[in-house]
Nanobody, 123 residues
Framework: QVEFVESGGSLVQPGGSLRLSCAAS????????AAWYRQAPGKQRELVAA????????DYADSVKGRFTISRDNDKNTVDLQMNSLKPEDTAVYYC????????????????WGQGTQVTVSL
């Protein structure tokens, strides 16, 4: 059974940093790309960052480029998201997933999701 467990979310002030972590199980993680998504209230889930199976390729939403960094550890089956210079508009529930690269770019096609982790950026 495929499972994703996200952690690390918290309340943080604007300009602060957080590191999110996701543990994947039930899949051969090293063969798949991995990605982080977020969903704010009243909005659709959006792709934040993606990383190829061995980490050679990364892709970021324009809104987070230069502030967020995605990384992975294939020995531990984990994918992390380092978030710096956080803004109120980064407030959302953050989710991770792993699949073929094309599927990661179309999150509506992904069927297994974890509970997510809440990130709130506020004074």
């Amino acid at each position: 059974q495929v499972e994703f467990v996200e952690s690390g979310g918290s309340l943080v002030q604007p300009g602060g940093s957080l590191r999110l972590s996701c543990a994947a199980s039930g899949i051969i993680f090293k063969f798949l790309g991995a990605a982080w998504y977020r969903q704010a209230p009243g909005k659709q889930r959006e792709l934040v960052a993606a990383i190829s199976n061995y980490g050679s390729t990364t892709d970021y939403a324009d809104s987070v480029k230069g502030r967020f960094t995605i990384s992975r550890d294939n020995d531990k089956n984990t994918v992390d998201l380092q978030m710096n210079s956080l803004k109120p508009e980064d407030t959302a529930v953050y989710y991770c997933n792993a699949d073929r690269w094309a599927a990661l770019k179309a999150p509506s096609t992904l069927t297994s999701w974890g509970q997510g982790t809440q990130v709130t950026v506020s004074l």
